[in-house]
């Protein structure tokens, strides 16, 4: 059974679509992270999950069932900039709770119990003025825990913090998920947080679901051509070959596990090679290294440990990215 489901659903701004989604779910229990560019529809998918917003066509189920605002107790929603109530942080913690009847003495407990297990404590006594806008996202998440939901929903939930606040409110997220059956889904900017934390990391593209991982998506115009011909796309400072019978505003994938990587260009059948330096590494779950060079556009590569080692490959050593027409997703 899924949580928290959209189905169906194609959502428009002035007659504008600005999210289409066959199925979308959260799973019972899982952190699902969605990430894309700014524009993708990432903010706009959590407010119809949230039921902030009704799709223009299409369903929002939970636990199989029409969603509605009774229903709506059951998920919540901390937005990127959480707007926090007059009074004290204590107070802001305390109203969902005074609102659901909850007695005094539990609130309490509730409350240093939450703001505990968020390293909130020494913020209990001060107000909106005497706190700074990552800890202001800090509290805002705290509030949301204090309830207790079955779905919490986090757009952008550490983009005011620093690195150390960031993974420290990722730790609390895991042991929170760890104590209870929660599932989260998280918009987030940062890949690595994403690939690190979430149990399912989803792309968005123009409001639309990517059939590829997150990385190297780009939007691009393509020329008018015959089917199956060969196009050459400008990206960045860069023309990629990719085959596709489209034409017109689409979506340019190139997966990173089709990219070869070497330290100089290989002779091979690929029609895009491109050199350029390594940018960063990032080691992922299972072994698996993400490799980001700037080769005249940014692009992300995966290597195994053994390969990244073999060659010899560290930030701003020189790189060579090959991978065929062939594997250019075009959507």
Same mark, same amino acid.
């Given at each position: 059974?899924?949580?928290?489901? /959209?189905?169906? #659903? ?5 007659? +504008? ?22 524009? $993708? ?23 199989? +069932? ?14 990127? +900039? ?58 805002? #998440? ?6 207790? %939901? ?29 104590? +209870? %059956?929660?599932?989260?889904?998280? $918009? ?111 692009? #992300? ?11 010899? /490959? ?7 990215? $090959? ?6 997703? #075009?959507?």
């Amino acid at each position: 059974m899924q949580v928290l489901e /959209l189905r169906g #659903v194609r959502h428009r701004y002035d007659g +504008r679509v600005v999210l289409d989604l066959e199925r979308f779910a959260v799973p019972p229990g899982a952190l699902i992270a969605i990430v894309g560019p700014n524009g $993708a529809g990432k903010s706009t998918l959590l407010r119809l999950l949230a039921l902030l917003e009704r799709p223009s066509e299409g369903a929002v189920l939970l636990d199989g +069932r029409p969603a509605d605002l009774a229903l709506r107790r059951r998920v919540t929603l901390v937005e990127q +900039r959480p707007v926090l109530l007059r009074g004290t942080t204590r107070q802001n913690l305390e109203f969902g709770l005074r609102v659901r009847g909850i007695r005094r003495t539990e609130v309490n407990r509730l409350v240093d119990n939450v703001a505990g297990r968020l390293g909130i404590t020494p913020l209990l006594d001060r107000r909106r003025h005497e706190l700074s806008d990552g800890e202001v996202q800090r509290i805002a #998440v705290a509030r949301a825990l204090a309830v207790e %939901p079955d779905v919490l929903l986090l757009d952008e939930p550490a983009s005011s913090a620093d690195r150390a606040a960031a993974q420290s409110l990722y730790h609390a997220l895991a042991e929170e998920r760890a104590r +209870r %059956p929660l599932a989260v889904c998280l $918009a987030s900017h940062q890949l690595e947080d994403a690939y690190r934390w979430a149990d399912d990391v989803r792309a968005l593209a123009d409001g639309r679901l990517s059939p590829v991982t997150p990385e190297n998506l780009f939007r691009i115009e393509l020329p008018v051509g015959a089917p199956g011909d060969l196009k050459h796309v400008r990206v960045g400072n860069v023309e990629i070959a990719a085959l596709t019978d489209k034409s017109g505003p689409a979506i340019l994938a190139v997966p990173p596990t089709d990219i070869l990587v070497s330290r100089e260009p290989l002779t091979s059948s690929a029609r895009n090679v491109f050199c350029g330096r390594v940018t960063r590494l990032v080691h992922q779950r299972g072994g698996a290294v993400h490799v980001t060079a700037d080769v005249g556009v940014e692009l #992300v590569a995966v290597v195994t440990e053994d390969a990244a080692r073999d060659l010899g /490959l560290t930030p701003g050593s020189p790189v060579a990215f $090959a991978f065929k027409a062939s594997a250019v997703r #075009v959507f």
